[in-house]
Nanobody, 124 residues
Framework: QVQLVESGGGLVQAGGSLRLSCAASGRSSNTYIMGWFRQAPGKEREFVAAIVGYINNITVYNDSVKGRFTMSRDNANNMVFLQMNSLKPEDTAVYFC????????????????WGQGTQVTVSS
């Protein structure tokens, strides 16, 4: 069993930055794939980023955030982060941390464990 708790969301102006954190407990975070998803009002949850390499921490991103967002992992403290720069109003959403995939890391249905989400609001 894995428990995930996100933090770091908030209100920021367009062009600003936020850093989301996800604390994992129950098992060492470097033994499973970690992902970030987001869900805007009235829209489906969408893939944002994932760390898919257990040893070399290969990261993959949705094209809409590539070059602006960076996902990283701190294995010693069982945490993952999402550094979000050059934020746009369309990045406004609830952001979720997810762990452990049984299938494609880009699919919501592949993940077994989810955090409660943290709200990110970007004003224009």
């Amino acid at each position: 069993q894995v428990q995930l708790v996100e933090s770091g969301g908030g209100l920021v102006q367009a062009g600003g930055s936020l850093r989301l954190s996800c604390a994992a407990s129950g098992r060492s975070s470097n033994t499973y794939i970690m992902g970030w998803f987001r869900q805007a009002p009235g829209k489906e949850r969408e893939f944002v980023a994932a760390i898919v390499g257990y040893i070399n921490n290969i990261t993959v991103y949705n094209d809409s955030v590539k070059g602006r967002f960076t996902m990283s992992r701190d294995n010693a403290n069982n945490m993952v982060f999402l550094q979000m720069n050059s934020l746009k109003p369309e990045d406004t959403a609830v952001y979720f941390c997810a762990a452990e995939t049984k299938g494609s890391y880009r699919l919501e249905s592949s993940y077994m464990y989810w955090g409660q989400g943290t709200q990110v609001t970007v004003s224009s």
